[in-house]
């Protein structure tokens, strides 16, 4: 199993609609994590990082951290066009400063 | 969040010739930076990690003598791509931790001709 893994997408979503963005992790990965958005062309950006179990809200954005069944999901509520990207989701090993990034998930929200 | 800023933003160089990427932490000290690669349509890609006043450590299959980093500096790491050709064309992205979390600079589109 890879140590963080995403669905590639593209997950279409309707403008206004709740974006469900999905990764699971293995247990060689430590508790934090973090989820970034990357436009085409660009660098990613930090949207959300969660470090405790349970949900963490950030205007639009849910991080959701389940540790028992080693998933993390970002939630995106009243989806908007601009908010088509893809989204990585990354995490740091147990033994290293390295942040292993997923294969990252294309959303695309469409008016 | 902290600023990383990079560049240039976008360079096209001639094969055989060296291009050199600047990146600088804006508003803290980094006495780690990291640099990615990118092709397009694939996930970032690790190549080192650069450390303050001391070599830097690569990751495996990256060729250390044509891809040098310095990090002189708690704000400055550079990478130079040497002797650069077609297949080093990629956006190098390079990143640096605060507060435990990883923030990306802009990103330098490198197009080798």
């Known amino acids: 199993q890879k140590e963080v893994e995403q669905n590639s997408g593209p997950l279409s979503v309707p403008e206004g609609a709740i974006a469900s963005l999905n990764c699971t992790y293995s247990?060689?990965?430590?508790?934090?994590f973090f989820w970034y958005r990357q436009y085409s062309g660009k660098s990613p950006e930090l949207i959300m990082s969660?470090?405790?179990?349970g949900d963490k809200e950030d205007g639009r954005f849910t991080a959701q951290l389940n540790k028992a069944s080693q998933y993390v999901s970002l939630l995106i509520r009243d989806s908007q066009p601009s908010d088509s990207a893809t989204y990585l989701c990354?995490?740091?090993?147990?033994?290293?400063?390295?942040?292993?990034f997923g294969t990252g998930t294309r959303l695309q929200v469409f008016p | 969040g902290a600023v990383v800023s990079q560049h240039p933003s976008r360079v096209i160089c001639k094969s055989g010739t060296s291009v050199k990427i600047e990146c600088r932490s804006l508003?803290?000290?980094?006495?780690?930076m990291f640099w990615y690669r990118q092709f397009p349509k694939q996930s970032l890609m690790l190549m080192a990690t650069?450390?303050?006043?001391?070599?830097?450590?690569?990751e495996q299959g990256v060729e250390k003598d044509k891809f040098l980093i310095n990090h002189a500096s708690l704000t400055l790491s550079t990478l130079t791509v040497t002797s650069a050709h077609p297949e080093d064309s990629s956006f190098y992205i390079c990143?640096?931790?605060?507060?435990?979390?990883?923030?990306f600079g802009e990103g330098s589109r490198l197009t080798v001709l």
């Open positions: 969660i470090y405790s179990n």
């Open positions: 508003d803290f000290q980094a006495t780690t």
């Open positions: 990354a995490a740091y090993p147990g033994d290293t400063d390295k942040l292993i």
């Open positions: 990143s640096a931790r605060y507060t435990g979390e990883l923030f």
């Open positions: 650069s450390n303050e006043g001391s070599k830097a450590t690569y």
């Open positions: 247990d060689r990965v430590s508790q934090s």
